[in-house]
C-alpha cells in the first residue's frame, strides 16, 4: 500500500514556522531586573544591561540612595542596516498603560556607536522612573517633565573616572560666566555647536557639584528630582527651594561657585605650566 506523506510534512512545515513565529524574541535581564533587554545579540544585551547597571549605580552612589526602582526600563536593540533610513540612534518612549507607566529606550546599535549618548539615554530613562516612582495612576494624555538638560549633563560629567579636563579648560576660557538663569532656562542643546555645547556641558558639571558640595547636599538633590514633575515654570524658584544656598543671591553664588571650582580643579587636573598658561591668559 502506498502512503501519501506529502500532506503530513506540509501540515507539520506550517505548524514548525508559527511555532517559529509565535516565539519569543531573545532577551536578557540586568542584574537589578530593572533592564529587560531585547533584540540584536548576546554580546550587545550584556554589553548594555552593564552599562545601564553602571550609569544607574553611578547615579545612586552620587545622590546616596538606595536601588528602589518600581518600574521596569525596557530597551530594543536593533542593528544598523547597510542603508539606513534617517531615524534617531536612541528613542525613549514614556507613556501611561492601564497597567500602570511604561518605559521603552529604542537603540540602533552598530560599531562606532557613541556610547556617550546610549549612557545619556539609560540616565535620562533612570530619571524618569526615579521622577514618576510614585505617580503610577497619572491620566493617559498628561504630559510629562523631562530631566532638564544641565541635570544630565553635570551627573555624567561627575562619573567616576571621567575626564574632566576639557570642562575644566572651558571654564578658564570662557569670556564671561553664563548667568544661572540661563543656564536652567530649557535648551535645545541639538542646535548648538561644539564649543557652544562643550561649554553648557561644563557649566553643567559647576551646577550639579555646587549642588551636591551644598549642606545636605545629596540628600537635596534627590528631593529635588523628586518633585521635578510638580515643578514649577521658574526653574530657579523650584532650585531655591530646595537648595537655600542660593536664598541670599543666586546669581553672586553661583558666580563665586563657578570661580571657585575653575579654580580648584585647574590645579588638580593640569600641570603647572598649564595652570600658568591660562591665568596668563
Avoid at 536578557?28 to 531585547?38: D, E, L, M, N, R
Avoid at 558640595?213 to 514649577?232: E, K, Q, V
Wanted: proline letters at 8%; glycine letters at 6%; a positive charge.
Amino acid at each position: 500500500m502506498k502512503v501519501n506523506c506529502c500532506p503530513a510534512i506540509f501540515i507539520l512545515s506550517v505548524f514548525t514556522l508559527q511555532l517559529l513565529r509565535a516565539a519569543p524574541p531573545e532577551r536578557s535581564v540586568s542584574p537589578s531586573q530593572q533592564f529587560i533587554i531585547y533584540g540584536a545579540n548576546g554580546a550587545w544585551r550584556g554589553a548594555v544591561s552593564e552599562l545601564a547597571e553602571r550609569t544607574k549605580a553611578n547615579f545612586l552612589a552620587l545622590l546616596r540612595r538606595p536601588d528602589r526602582w518600581k518600574t521596569p526600563v525596557l530597551i530594543n536593540l536593533q542593528l544598523s542596516q547597510a542603508n539606513p533610513p534617517k531615524i534617531p540612534p536612541a528613542a525613549l518612549r514614556f507613556s501611561q498603560t492601564g497597567f500602570g507607566l511604561k518605559l521603552q529606550l529604542d537603540f540602533t546599535v552598530a560599531r562606532d556607536v557613541d556610547s556617550s549618548l546610549v549612557e545619556r539615554a539609560l540616565l535620562r530613562a533612570i530619571l524618569l522612573e526615579m521622577i514618576y516612582r510614585n505617580q503610577p495612576d497619572i491620566a493617559p494624555g498628561t504630559p510629562y517633565v523631562q530631566p532638564p538638560d544641565w541635570l544630565l549633563d553635570g551627573v555624567l560629567a561627575l562619573t567616576p573616572g571621567r575626564d574632566r579636563r576639557p570642562l575644566v579648560e572651558a571654564l578658564l576660557l570662557s569670556d564671561k560666566i553664563m548667568p544661572l538663569e540661563k543656564l536652567l532656562r530649557p535648551t535645545s542643546i541639538s542646535g548648538l555647536d561644539s564649543p557652544a555645547r562643550l561649554l553648557y556641558r561644563a557649566y553643567s558639571f559647576a551646577l550639579v557639584q555646587l549642588l551636591v558640595d551644598a549642606t545636605g547636599g545629596p540628600a537635596r538633590l534627590a528631593h529635588y528630582i523628586d518633585n521635578l514633575s510638580r515643578a514649577s515654570t521658574d526653574p530657579l524658584a523650584d532650585l531655591k527651594a530646595q537648595f537655600p544656598v542660593f536664598n541670599g543671591g543666586a546669581e553672586k553664588t553661583w558666580r563665586s561657585g563657578v570661580v571657585r571650582l575653575g579654580a580648584t580643579q585647574s590645579y588638580q587636573l593640569l600641570t603647572f605650566a598649564e595652570t600658568e598658561r591660562h591665568l596668563g591668559e
